[in-house]
């Protein structure tokens, strides 16, 4: 049941908030009041398309890319604006769309200087983040991914605090030396998967195209003889691995994973509350997202030959992260820490391969923006209160600030993954999928150990900032929450809850895709039994429509069925083929 | 040795003697003078090439024309040079020795072709009667090489406003 | 008796947007005299409209099939005619530049914008030249042009000085140039462009040093014109020195015309050699341009000089695509992949169309994104700086965006084009160049080319810095503001994002650039 | 007929190249560069036309006479700038000509 609305509606999702900010530019830029209550309502807006894409979506649908538009863009390169949402893809919408408001609330006094241009950076970085999750399209991905920087550029150039620039021109040139070698490595995939005429940047053609080759790789290194095949997959034998870690670079940069995190502490200490709820909320999930939806699935091969360095790596980057933010007396450098210590388990849950691990990984990236998100503006409201960072310029805020402390605290525990909060879920079924699968013990366990570091780290910042005595008199005179800030923080700690206590409908929306990421992580790359045939992972998208029209609305064809969704792993009668 | 020889040897030592003169005297005006010699003896190559045309041409306008110029600048100018004609400096000496090894690699080049000392289609006594004659360089001018031609005579257009306007006193 | 040559009137095609050029630089010279009022804004639109008919004509060109005409002379092929759209193009935003610059400093006068359709003319000419000789002529026609124009301000020493430096580089280029064509000549007995890819081969048999040392030399001339590392000491001097409009248009118009030239000149050279020696050369060309340009930038406090590094770091990848066109046929995809050496991902076919293609579009990205970025600080300079000595400091940009939020902006723009990041022409530009580049076998130096343009991100930040998170100095001088200027700006600021985001019809004609002449 | 052979007027013309290029990056005096120049240009002709002679051929004949009239355009505003900056300067030294900073 398709509605011609539908493929039209992540159109208005990606740009409702740009049109805003065409608007925006028209107010004057006296009338900060007026700027504001404008970008709200804008955010607003966009958050309605997201719930509408989300009301359209069917997460029991078998067809992968729901709400799907195409458009011809430039045809020589193959190059077309192809934009559809999967499972995981739709809660990163819907997340992106939730935080939008959110943001403009956090920074309704925060900021106060230049708020026109503020306000426009904001929309546009908010169309740039939804682009890049929807897009379908390779280099339309690869250009909102860049397009991303340049507004979160001046969020933090402009507006953060004294170190600005620094941290500013560092996020941007880490991005950019990771994303620039993934272009080449991009190209390089796009002269592999399909032959000259056909070739595409479209996800579609480069997927299923280097899906062969890579099908080829993996039968002939089993067989021990890479010698006699095809050239594309001589070619893939060679450049399969550099194109791998071109894009796990990239990716990396973003995600942050050890040990090129290091612009991460500096980009969060700098940036105003908004910079750091965005960064943390959703941009650092395009680098785990671009695992997911990239590097993995296009270089299965590749990526099972690397699992056990990232796992390592992605084992460290928790151990480090928490071990520094043991050391931290700065609180911001402290939940940035944490970051980099959460989405470690992110990619160690990816990188297990197993059903457990991929649904902990993808619950825990809308975890880690949930909470995090809410942390980074909890403290947004302290730090606009004192202007300072370190834990010992606080102490007893409990009793000047109750109700702060206690929407403080239910955060903290969803960082600390105590059960009942979302943080629970994700991080135990990421351990779980580690456990069971085939990365040595140690990693799983060392990961596990570190659950106890993170709650130490939380806590005893909370036990610092919040209780015993008031050590500062500055600190006597905080007033509590507003109302305004009250409205920006209660839909996060609901977010909390309700993904701690009901997962499922969440859940139910990720299976699907965690079961193709599975299939196609496994299938490829030869772990998977070798008779079931291409057309189970295959991707499957409207074709490009013919010229000087619109993509019609047919509707998609159906696909062969998937597990129906509601449970977490998926077993081989599920996956197999369906006959008709 | 033939007459040719006599004169080929001549001119050659003259041209590159006048030619080192140029950029080894410290005078100007030295150089400039040095020059026109080394273009003389030049135009003396020429004739030995059969090229009596250029040959006049390289007396009338490089010889007469242009170095008039060089010298009424100099003139105009009032220069006179003290001091070292060079200073020694890295990128000097990089570039002198980057000469010789041009000039190496070009001698060797050029003994390694194939010449005899005859000029094969010299027999040919109509073609030699007419070759680098002005007529024939006129008639070939005319017809054939017009594009260029053209080219040329905007290229002077362009040299005298380009003269005029960085001569002009201040803008 | 004369065998007169008969000319169809169709072989003009190729000389009309220059005769177009000519004609219009001759009304201005004569407006001089005739017409001088004390508001002299009509020359630059006299210039422009010039440049604009012109421009017309050479894009009714490019729909032509290739063709040698002139008697052999001259090419009329797409890939020339859309150069020289993109000159006319070029011409007409620094004309628009060139009025409010000079209006500031009251030396607006014909010659100068006559001067500029001269050297476009040349350009345009020296595109299609298909003859070293010819080359030669145009070449110098373009070169007097624009020596003139370096030297056309005389207050204070450094236009003089900027215009001898590039009077003398650029001869002594144009003397190697020359000498590399007699000896080609000798060894095949031919200047044209088209007979000497015949006749290379047979003369490699007997005559191959004189064929090196003929190739090396033509290359180096070019070398000199392009601006490439080690031949690359004039240009940031002389960028430095000229008047910012001329700067523009040279670092976009000279560069362009030199680049096809130099396309295809070494297009005819390359026949009969051995093709690893060409691949070579220009491998380590492309290398040490962009490596070197990029380094060079960086510590530069001065942005016109930093824009003059950076024109040769982007020399540099347009050398990348040029050494796309001569990778030897015989690399194999298992070869080992040294920097300098070309590893196809598969064994592929002929990519030559899409280089074409590639080199062009960067060209215009280039064209569109140079000429802004030298116009914000011709906008922005003034005249009053001139005796300080720190005109162009990045200090000079502090706070501009909240001086002059547009301007800003539209710089912005051009810095993030020029540092390849979308949605910008200079995206799109790297995406064509580099994907071409991929695609003939050079990843390794495409790699290069990519990190090092990192290191070209951060100076282009670090304008962007200055302008958007600095505060405003207390002395800043209030701008000269004219509305040709302002026009140029802005129609090169929506150049630059809207050919990053629709390049549309651009690209799509661009694709008949693949019909090189003698390929 | 015997006659000197080629490669003497070759090696001449590469002698003179040589000389002029020496001069061109050794000297101090910006006319006296300039000169240098002129050299360069002339071996180029002393080339065109020893090979013209070899081969009996037109071509190396008319590239002389273009390049004369180029090296006369050059001349005219090669000598109109030098004039400039002496007028600026006082000097045509080439190492007094760098006010600019690297």
Known sequence: ?????????????????????????????????????????????????????????????????????????????????????????????????????????????????????????LLVLQT???????????????????????????????????????????????????????????????????????????????????????????????????????????????????????FALAFAIKVPMFPVHTWLPDAH????????????????????????????????????????????????????????????????????????????????????????????????????????????????????????????????????????????????????????????????????????????????????????????????????????TVTHQENLGLRDLNAREVLAAVPLLVLIAVMGLRPQPVLDLLNPATERFLARANYASGKADPGSEDARVRVRVRSLPPKAAVAEVTPPQPLPRFMPAGRLTPTAAALAPQTP | ?????????????????????????????????????????????????????????????????????????????????????????????????????????LVQAFRKLPGSGTVEWATDAGRLASVGTSKQLGAVLYTQWLFPFEAVSLLLLVAIVGAVVVAKSRI | MLNTPSFTLAEFMTVVPAAVLVVGAIVLMLSEVFLSTANRTYMAIVGVLASVVAGLFALANAFEPARLVLQGFAVLDPFSSFMTVMVCLGTALACLLASGFLKHRNAERGEFYALMLFAAAGMSLLAASNEFITLFINLEVLSVATYALTAFLRRGP?????????????????????????????????????????????????????????????????????????????????????????????????????????????????HGLDPQVPFALFSLLALLTMVAGNLLAMPQRNVKRMLAYS????????????????????????????????????????????????????????????????????????????????????????????????????????????AGVPPTVGFLGKLFLFSAAVDAGLIWLAVVGVLSSVAGTYYYLRVVVYMFMRPAPADAPAPFRHWTTEVALVASAIATVALGIVPGPVAEWLSRAGMVFGN | MPVVPTVNYLILAAALFCVGMLGVLIRRNALVVFMCIELMLNAANLTFLA????????????????????????????????????????????????????
């Open chain 1, 269 to 468: 200490v700098q940036a105003p509350v908004a910079g750091s709820m965005i960064l943390a909320g959703v941009m650092l999930k395009m680098g785990t997202f671009g695992f997911w939806r990239f590097a993995v699935p296009l270089f299965p091969v590749a990526a099972r030959q690397y699992q056990v360095p990232i796992g390592i790596l992605a084992v460290i980057g928790i151990v480090y992260g928490a071990l520094m933010c043991l050391a931290q007396k700065d609180i911001k450098k402290l939940i940035a820490y944490s970051s980099v210590s959460h989405l470690g388990y992110c990619m160690l849950g990816m990188f297990a391969f197993t059903g457990e691990g991929a649904t902990g990984s993808a619950y825990q990236m809308l975890n880690h923006g949930v909470s995090t998100g809410a942390l980074f503006l909890l403290f947004g409201f302290l730090y606009e209160r004192r202007h300072a960072r370190l834990m010992s310029d606080y102490g007893g805020i409990a009793k000047v600030m109750p109700v702060f402390t206690a929407f403080f605290l239910v955060v903290t525990f969803s960082s600390i993954a105590v059960p009942g909060t979302n943080g629970f879920v994700g991080e135990f079924l990421v351990l779980l999928g580690t456990f069971k699968s085939n990365l040595p013990m140690w990693i799983a366990v060392a990961a596990t150990t570190c659950v106890i570091l993170g709650a130490a780290y939380m806590l005893w910042m909370v036990q610092k900032v919040f209780f015993g």
């Open chain 2, 1 to 105: 040795m033939s007459a040719e020889q006599v004169l080929f040897w001549a001119f050659a030592v003259g041209t590159i003697g006048s030619a080192v003169g140029v950029i080894f005297v410290r005078n100007p005006v030295a150089s400039a003078m040095s020059l026109v010699a080394s273009f003389f003896f030049l135009a003396g190559i020429y004739v030995l090439l059969w090229a009596h045309t250029i040959a006049v041409l390289q007396v009338l306008v490089y010889a007469g024309a242009i170095m008039v110029l060089f010298l009424f600048v100099i003139m105009l100018l009032s220069l006179n040079d003290t001091g070292p004609i060079a200073q020694v400096s890295l990128s000097r000496v990089a570039g002198a020795l980057a000469t010789a090894a041009l000039l190496v690699a």
């Open chain 1, 128 to 246: 740039a983040m939804l682009g890049a999750v929807c897009a379908l399209d390779v280099l339309l991905f690869y250009v909102f991914f860049e397009a991303m920087l340049i507004p979160m550029y001046l969020l933090i150039g402009v507006w953060g605090a004294e170190e600005r620039q620094m941290a500013a021109t560092k996020f941007f040139l880490y991005t950019l030396v990771g994303s620039l070698l993934m272009l080449v490595a991009l190209l390089a995939a796009y002269f592999l998967a399909a032959p000259p005429g056909a070739r595409s940047f479209d996800y579609a053609t480069l997927y299923n195209g280097l899906m062969s080759l890579n099908r080829e790789v993996a039968a002939c290194t089993a067989a021990g003889d890479c010698a006699s095949v095809s050239a594309g997959a001589q070619a893939m034998v060679r450049w399969g691995p550099l194109m791998f870690l071109a």
């Open chain 1, 1 to 121: 049941m398709t509605s011609v609305y539908d493929s039209r509606i992540l159109n208005l999702v990606i740009f409702s908030p740009l049109f805003f900010a065409a608007l925006l530019v028209f107010l004057p830029k006296t009338e900060k009041g007026q700027i504001r209550a404008f970008t709200f309502v804008g955010m607003l807006l966009n958050l309605a398309t997201c719930a509408w894409a989300w009301a359209r979506f069917l997460p029991t649908s078998p067809v992968e890319y729901q709400l799907e538009y195409r458009m011809r863009w430039i045809d020589e390169l193959g190059l077309s604006y192809h934009v559809g949402v999967d499972g995981l893809a739709m809660t990163l919408v819907l997340l992106t769309g939730i935080l939008g408001p959110l943001v403009v609330l956090a920074s309704w006094t925060y900021v106060d200087e230049r708020v026109k241009e503020f306000h426009l950076a």
């Open chain 3, 158 to 270: 450094r236009p003089a000085e900027a215009g001898f430096k590039y009077f003398i580089l650029g001869a002594f280029a144009a003397a190697l140039l020359l000498y590399g064509a007699a000896l080609l000549y000798g060894a095949t007995g031919t200047t044209r462009l088209s007979d000497l890819a015949g006749l290379l081969p047979g003369a490699m048999a007997t005559k191959a040093g004189l064929v090196y040392a003929g190739f090396g030399l033509v290359l180096a001339g070019f070398a000199f014109k392009v601006a490439a590392v080690p031949f690359h000491m004039w240009t940031p001097d002389v960028y430095e020195g000229a008047p910012t409009p001329v700067t523009a248009l040279m670092s976009v118009g000279v560069k362009a015309a030199a680049f096809v030239a130099l396309v295809r000149t070494f297009l005819a050279l390359t």
């Open chain 4, 51 to 102: 090979f013209a002679r070899e081969r009996g051929d037109v071509t190396g004949h008319i590239s002389p006479f273009f390049i004369i009239a180029v090296a006369a355009a050059e001349a005219a505003v090669g000598l109109a700038i030098v004039i400039s900056v002496f007028r600026n300067r006082g000097t045509v030294n080439i190492e007094e000509i760098q006010s600019m900073k690297h």
């Open chain 3, 311 to 418: 024109s040769i770091a982007h020399a540099g990848y347009l050398l990348l695509g040029v050494t796309a066109l001569f990778v030897p046929p015989s690399a194999k995809a298992g070869d080992a992949g040294g920097v300098l050496s070309a590893t196809p991902l598969l064994a592929a076919g002929a990519v030559n169309a899409s280089v074409y293609k590639g080199i062009l579009f960067y060209l215009l990205g280039y064209t569109v994104t140079s000429i802004g970025a030298f116009g914000t600080l011709a906008a922005i300079e003034r005249r009053e700086d001139e005796t300080r000595g720190n005109t162009w400091d990045l200090e000079r940009l502090s706070g501009l965006a909240q001086r002059q939020p547009g301007w800003a902006a539209a710089m912005a723009a051009f810095m993030l084009s020029l």
